[in-house]
């Protein structure tokens, strides 16, 4: 790998190396106040970046009103992660061309280039029809224009707001600044490095990424990536009501108090055809391999139940749409339909779950968690 960029290979190798070698001197000044400070920033920063660059201009998987959006591009500058344009270049980028060449930070390219090293090669080519919708966005454009003077400032009257609560401009320095910087760079890094290596692969096998529970905690809900990249519009990350993801948590709350709408979800129904025309391919191409009369078996089961589950789904989502068309005279025989519909739906479901549990067993195969 030839290094591109120096400016920022000097900045990060920099701040690490200040890092490690100020621990002796910082640790006596370590207090209450001085984690407050860092911990404080660590989230504002790491929430902009996840809430904001993320969820809101990465994948538009919600709208927000000027206060919330400026909350969020303010918020963002205690991050040092560029602009938001750039970042959601880079990202729609990394989505539309995941695990190729073209991936700005692919993992195939091995764990340490896309952890950090891809900072340090990335082609820093521009393509605005890329980022089209989020040039027409003035505030977007007013941070991207503006972002070093904005980040410079209010990092800044962080570090002298520090200094005064904490009576110690060298502590404000190391917690309110290098560690915050360090610990919400990580975190993101580890999205693209350790999030595409080690994990569960529940909704997606043919990808790199991973759902992994212990990163969604370091980095507020971003560690059910395998989700993620088969679902990128979804405005959740952990689908489930026991998935930490305080991201969801906030886009959630701020729609309560009027600051966010639109929050755009996938239903489980969209989630399990999914899965099961992926499983339904992978069982077939290994059960044809088989070539033994179980295999046989197995593969008409799995024809039969995959598309009988099609059939009903299809058959469920026209009633569904017909409903909020029809007459309110007709609603009541609509919603039998749709329950019987949706009970069917239920127990194939649970017959495909046995089914491919069952294969799993019969002929050791790697197939989606269910």
Known sequence: MKIKHWGTFAFIAIYHLLLLVLIPFVLPELTWTAFTLFFVTYIIGGMSITVGYHRLYAHRAYSANPFFEW????????????????????????????????????????????????????????????????????????????????????????????????????????????????MIHHCTWFINSLCHTYGSKTYARELSAVDNAILAMLTFGEGYHNYHHAFAADYRNGIRWYHFDPSKWTIWLASKLGMTDKLRTINTLTVQKSLVQKDRKLLIEHLEEEGCETAAEFREKVEHLSDLFDEKATALSAKMRELKQAATEHHGQLKKEIQALRTMLKEIWADWVALTHAATKQFQLHLHAH
């Open 71 to 182: 909350s969020i591009l303010l918020g963002s500058t205690l991050a040092f992660e560029m602009s938001a344009l750039g970042w959601s270049h880079d990202h729609r980028n990394h989505h539309n061309h995941v695990d190729t060449e073209r991936d700005p930070y692919s993992i195939k390219k091995g764990f340490w280039y896309a952890h950090v090293l891809w900072l340090f090669d990335a082609d820093r080519s521009f393509d605005k029809t890329l980022v089209a919708d989020l040039l027409k966005n003035p505030r977007v454009v007013f941070q991207d224009k503006y972002y070093l003077q904005l980040t410079l400032g209010i990092n800044l009257a962080i570090l002298l707001l520090g200094w005064y609560l904490t009576g110690n401009l060298f502590a404000s320095f190391y917690f309110g600044f290098l560690l915050r910087m360090a």
